[in-house]
């Protein structure tokens, strides 16, 4: 996928488990968002990563908070189970890209009002 160069919300996350590794880019436009990821590893962790931007698509940000690898698992049924930690990558970066885009929005809405 591409990378979001002026992207709102960022995250990086390397799984402890395996050498999987997913980058991913959240670029909101009013309360919804636009997401892509770079994902490495074994075939579940970009699977999954895939399937995470997929169920996204069209939350509104509140939303896509509560997204977790549960809701990946279930949709793309038959997971194997030596590979669920798999599916944990990208939800997860999707929490800490969504932090990010708030911290951003906080440091943001401080600058403006201590002007």
Known sequence: MDVIED?????????????????????AKDEHFATTFRACGFAAAIASSSMTTELVTGMSLGEAEGHDEEMVVATL????ED???CSALVPEALRQALADYHRKLLMISSVEVNG
């Open 7 to 27: 992207a709102d919300g960022y995250a990086r996350i390397k799984s402890g488990v395996h050498d999987d590794l997913a980058d991913l880019y959240i670029k």
């Open 77 to 80: 049924r038959g997971f194997p």
């Open 83 to 85: 590979k669920i930690k």
